[in-house]
């Protein structure tokens, strides 16, 4: 029979309990063991088929237990312990309330993603930059940064995967009841729920209400638009994470910017919580919270440009992906009838707001409006995630600055990190602590600090192989079982299934490889050379096995293709005690997958990986990486601690051919180099070489990909500057800076570089030599306090494109004569050999630009003109 209504009854705590109640609601539990050892203790059983999350455990003890436990004075002395700890936590100063010029720090700052990983009990996740924004989140809380996370909340998550007989990926989009989920309603002071509310075309509304999950000290907001007030279809907006057409992504993307600045305008107001200084907005997706910042500032009377100003200040813009499928793209004309006159943001001129998404540059698409670039244009802060990624951006949207080399398009990068609390495993930890002590241990994992870690350098040998082997087995335990139950699924009966008792070897060297199945991550270039691998798995003295993962979007039939593949693969009696696919990737997985594997495998296309987060994750538990130089793993490897799988990219080389090289490389390594290692013994019976690896990922790796490094560095080197810059740019200031880029705009023309001249005009020159550089140039309608003139020299290639260039400002000498021409003067030192040339530029100058190429205009020497000016000394 099936129900017409369902409620959630919650469990009543007696009196003494009522603590377990707040703890089970801080999401802190996730990443703190005691916590959960504290919900383990109230009833072991329940605990483990509740899979870990404390409001289901809650929901699920006898009262009678609940009765007895309310009497146990040792178990409400540890209660109250870790109430204590959690309360101390959530109040106390830390980091960033320490911090060297705090007062000057945001007061907050709103960080909006369309996806949180913050623990599999809260499904609202696909893949890396989930997880990492959850990361982003806990370490932030555990520094103390007063951030306000911002999202949506998905009825059905992203989707469970399963298997069918021949392998072929299903997807199940199980109901979520935001009821049975860590999370409380965001009430009015009255008591009913708050609501946002957006306008669409023809006269409907979009609400949607407002949950709260609280991750330590971070309060997370997700916009949920399943309220009875919505229609049937705007119900339906927060359905699913990147499901359905256009228009409901465009939907979701305008719920999540718009709805979430009114969101947190309202927790902000119902809380007394400080207004976000600083708008962080994690990819592309969540861009129009500039839009209604903008319009905010406009309804207090500042006009469109004066208000970009101000908002474009204080936002901060993070690029994830060089692949151009990543990237949100909508229809020119969708987006024109979702704002204006009949739809939102009424007081705003369409035409702006389309300009903000256009591609300008060579070979864009007129009627497309891209996220990307909007989430450029309005924020005067972005990066990418690792340097190489960082490389790729400027280049790839270099087209937005005409006239700019690729490395001074003003977009740096931070390098992703891990939360390591979360990732780390209890086993690990409780060595460190042995080690070092618990809290150096739990200081040094969550704030980071670069020294603490060479206590590793002490721990014996014995130990750290002991900790590998236990970490191992228990994989192996955990994948048989998760192996059961797929076959049980996939319609096996249990006296078929007794091979599974022999899947894995807790003594075979483990390779992991599990992520995402989008086709860059080649997820089936292990099965380039089938024997070759067969071999490496059946090897009689130094086999292999595999452990393999992943969820392909379920719009995407080339990557379920890549899947079946794989599983087929797997699915062959004479290899599937060595090589498994495990359905349903997702954090609970994750979690015992890293710390059980000795290699953590990656081999995406080059540079497609724009950080990857994994490997850094396997890293923190001693488990070596074995990857193509992309990503993180291109910035941080060294031959002490992994392998870098080497690429054909670059080269002209088509991609059949690319993929059989590497995958050839990647046999050679396992081979010959990563096989031999791990089975290879010293004299006390142990792989010395191997274990020396682990340590060094451990010491040299460790402080390296935290997320808490990576937050300090957000806070440090993007948010600092950005609440500074936005202070600075209250109203009369906004609509100074607007004024005079529109002057600057509209006078760009008239500057020119009319004439160059060195004090020796030969062709060669010595060492050291330092020549006197004269320019004539015209300002127009432009003063020299307008403008900045720079020598710019350095070494030239063979099409004298200046290389590694230094830039000198020249000084004006003079005023403008009677043509209205202006002279400068500066040095030019020749401090390299070798071909060398120099050129002469005009860049717009003001204080508050936070880069010269903010406003993409720069004037130099004429074609003809360039000739004379470029002297090359040879
Ligand atoms: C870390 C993580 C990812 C991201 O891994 P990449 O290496 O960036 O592909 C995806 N899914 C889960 C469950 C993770 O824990």
New binding site residues.
């Given amino acids: 029979m099936k129900a017409i209504r369902r409620f959630t009854v919650r469990p009543l705590l007696p009196e003494p309990l009522r603590p377990l109640s707040d703890l089970a609601r801080n999401l802190r539990w996730s990443w703190h063991a005691e916590t959960r050892e504290l919900f383990q203790s109230v009833d072991p059983e329940r605990w483990a088929v509740s899979a870990g999350d404390p409001i289901r455990l809650l929901g699920s003890v006898r009262p009678a237990r609940l009765a007895e436990l309310a009497e146990d004075r040792r178990f409400l002395r540890r209660l109250s312990a870790a109430a204590d700890d959690l309360h101390d936590y959530v109040t106390g100063d830390r980091w960033y309330q320490t911090h060297e010029g705090s007062a000057e720090l945001p007061s907050a700052v709103a960080y909006f993603s369309p996806e949180f990983?913050i623990t599999a009990a809260l499904p609202q996740y696909s893949?890396?930059l989930g997880?990492l924004a959850g990361d982003h989140l806990k370490a932030a809380s555990d520094l103390g940064v007063p951030l306000i996370g911002v999202g949506l909340l998905y009825r059905h998550g992203y989707f469970r995967q399963t298997l069918s007989r021949d392998g072929w990926q299903q997807e199940h989009y199980p109901v979520l009841d935001p009821n049975e989920l860590p999370l409380t309603l965001l009430k009015e002071d009255d008591g009913t729920p708050a609501q946002v509310s957006l306008a669409l075309p023809g006269g409907r509304r979009l609400r949607a209400r407002v949950w709260l999950a609280q991750v330590g000290r971070v309060p997370l907001l997700l916009l949920d638009s399943d309220v009875e007030e919505n229609a049937l279809g705007e119900r339906g907006v927060t359905d699913r994470l990147y499901g359905g057409g256009s228009e409901h992504r465009l939907l979701q993307e305008m719920l999540l910017g718009i709805g979430g600045v009114r969101a947190v305008r309202t927790y902000c107001r119902l809380t007394g919580h400080a207004p976000p200084e600083v708008f962080h907005t994690n990819e592309g997706h969540a861009g129009f919270l500039g839009l209604e910042r903008i319009a905010e500032l406009c309804d207090q009377g500042l006009d469109f440009d004066s208000g970009l100003e101000s908002v474009r200040a204080g936002t901060v813009f993070t690029t994830h992906t060089p692949v151009p499928a990543g990237i949100d793209r909508f229809d020119r004309e969708l987006v024109a009838r979702h704002f204006g006159q009949d739809a939102e943001l009424p007081r705003m001129d369409v035409g702006r707001i389309l300009n903000l998404g256009m591609e300008t540059y060579p070979g864009g698409e007129p009627n497309l409006f891209n996220m990307a670039v909007m989430g450029l244009r309005l924020a005067q802060r972005a990066n990418g995630v690792s340097l190489l990624h960082g490389q790729v951006s400027r280049e790839m949207f270099a087209g937005l600055w005409p006239g700019f080399d690729a490395d001074e398009v003003p977009i740096t990068s931070v390098t992703n990190g891990v939360h390591a609390p979360t990732w780390v495993a209890p086993e690990v930890l409780r060595l460190g602590a042995r080690q070092v002590g618990a809290q150096r241990t739990e200081d040094a994992l969550s704030v980071g600090g670069s020294d603490r870690w060479d206590s590793v350098a002490d721990i014996p040998d014995q130990d750290i192989w002991d900790l590998r082997r236990n970490l191992r087995e228990q994989l192996v335990l955990e994948v048989r079982d998760r192996l059961r139950a797929s076959w049980r699924q996939r319609g096996a009966g249990t006296a078929e299934l007794g091979w599974i008792d022999g899947v894995l070897d807790p003594d075979v060297l483990t390779i992991g490889f599990a992520?995402?199945v989008p086709s860059y991550?080649r997820l089936t270039l292990m099965l380039q050379d089938r024997d070759r691998l067969m071999d490496l798995l059946l090897h009689p003295e130094r086999p292999i096995q595999i452990v393999v993962a992943g969820k392909a979007h379920p719009a995407d039939d080339g990557g379920k293709r890549l899947v079946q593949e794989l599983v087929r693969f797997a699915d062959d009696p004479r290899v599937r005690h060595r090589i498994v696919f495990l359905p349903d990737?997702?954090?609970a997985m994750?979690q015992k997958l890293y710390p059980g594997c000795d290699i953590w495998l990656?081999n995406p296309l080059r540079p497609l990986e724009a950080?990857?987060?994994?490997?850094m994750?396997a890293a923190l538990n001693g488990c070596l990486n074995l990857s193509v130089l992309d990503g993180w793993w291109d910035e941080w490897f060294q031959p002490d601690f992994g392998w870098a799988i080497p690429t054909a990219d670059g080269a002209a080389t088509d991609a059949d051919r690319r993929d059989a090289i590497e995958a050839a490389a990647l046999y050679d390594l396992l081979e010959q180099r990563v096989t031999p290692r791990f089975y290879e013994r010293g004299r006390h019976g142990l792989p010395d070489r191997w274990i020396e690896m682990v340590r060094q990922t451990l010491t040299l790796l460790g402080p390296k990909v935290l997320a808490g490094r990576m937050v300090r560095e957000y806070v440090e080197r993007l948010y600092a500057p950005a609440a500074r810059a936005h202070r600075s740019l209250h109203p009369d200031a906004a609509r100074d800076l607007a004024a005079w880029k529109a002057k600057v705009r509209g006078a760009w023309h008239g500057v020119t570089v009319d004439h160059v001249e060195t004090s020796a005009a030969t062709l060669t020159a010595e060492l050291g030599t330092t020549l006197a550089l004269r320019v004539r140039l015209t300002l127009g309608d432009l003063t020299p306090d307008d403008v900045e003139v720079q020598a710019v020299s350095g070494r030239v290639d063979t099409e004298d494109r200046i290389t590694d260039a230094t830039t000198v400002p020249l000084k004006p000498v003079g005023g403008p004569d009677l043509e209205g021409r202006w002279v400068y003067e500066g040095p030019l030192s020749l401090d390299r050999t070798g071909p060398y040339g120099y050129t002469v530029r005009i860049l717009p100058s003001h204080p508050l630009l936070a880069s010269a190429a903010e406003l993409g205009l720069v004037a130099g020497p004429s074609e003809e003109l360039g000739e004379g000016a470029g002297v090359l000394l040879r």
Avoid at 611 to 615: D, H, N, P, W
């Fill in positions: 990983g893949g890396g997880i992520r995402r991550k990737y997702g954090m994750a990656n950080c990857g987060t994994s490997g994750k």
